[in-house]
Antibody, heavy 123, light 106 residues
């Protein structure tokens, strides 16, 4: 069974930093691209960042570019999101999400999501 | 690429046929997915590639469209289908979601 478990969320002051982790199990993590998606309280979904299986390709949303860094450790089956210079508007539940596949090819979806980790930015 | 869902919310009864629309600001071929989200839970993939049903999703869900106009239809609404539905374009980065459609009990 595919499992994605986020951790590392919490309360942080504006301007502070936080590192989220996503522990993956039940699949060959090193062969899948991964994403972070966030959801502010009572709001919709916002894609945050993408990392390819080998970390060779990375993308960010404009709202976090230059402040957030996505990374992964395939030996530890883990995905990370380093968040710096946090702002009030970064308050959200952060989900890690796996790319969907048909065979070896991306099927243009996110087929498995973690339960989310709440990040609250407030003084 | 902006995605606009309509309606933003709707009220329907069990057994009703429900259709939600997602319009893209530019052509995205068939690179569109639909998700269902219930309060306090992670989104769940329903449909990918605009019309392919994800494994395990009931056949009362169906998707259609290509280019800029897409729909998801629930043929006979069930109690467990009351939730918020999101479309997502995966044609190009940054990936984007529609604003969501909340399906409520009438």
């Amino acid at each position: 069974e595919v499992q994605l478990v986020e951790s590392g969320g919490g309360l942080v002051q504006p301007g502070g930093s936080l590192r989220l982790s996503c522990a993956a199990s039940g699949f060959t993590f090193s062969t899948y691209s991964m994403n972070w998606v966030r959801q502010a309280p009572g709001k919709g979904l916002e894609w945050v960042s993408y990392i390819s299986s080998s970390s060779s390709t990375i993308y960010y949303a404009a709202s976090v570019k230059g402040r957030f860094t996505i990374s992964r450790d395939n030996a530890k089956n883990s995905l990370y999101l380093q968040m710096n210079s946090l702002r009030d508007e970064d308050t959200a539940v952060y989900y890690c999400a796996r790319e969907g596949r048909e065979g070896y090819n991306w099927n243009y979806s996110f087929d498995n999501w973690g339960q989310g980790s709440l990040v609250t930015v407030s003084s | 690429i902006q995605l606009t869902q309509s309606p933003s919310s709707l009220s329907a009864s069990v057994g009703d046929r429900v259709t939600i629309t997602c319009r893209a600001s530019q052509g995205i071929s068939s690179y569109l997915a639909w998700y269902q989200q219930k309060p306090g839970k992670a989104p769940k993939l329903l449909i990918y590639a605009a019309s392919t049903l994800q494994s395990g999703v009931p056949s009362r869900f169906s998707g259609s469209g290509s280019g800029t106009d897409f729909t998801v239809t629930i043929s006979s609404l069930q109690p467990e289908d009351f939730a918020t539905y999101y479309c997502q374009q995966l044609n190009s980065y940054p990936l984007t979601f529609g604003q969501g459609t909340k399906v409520e009990i009438k």
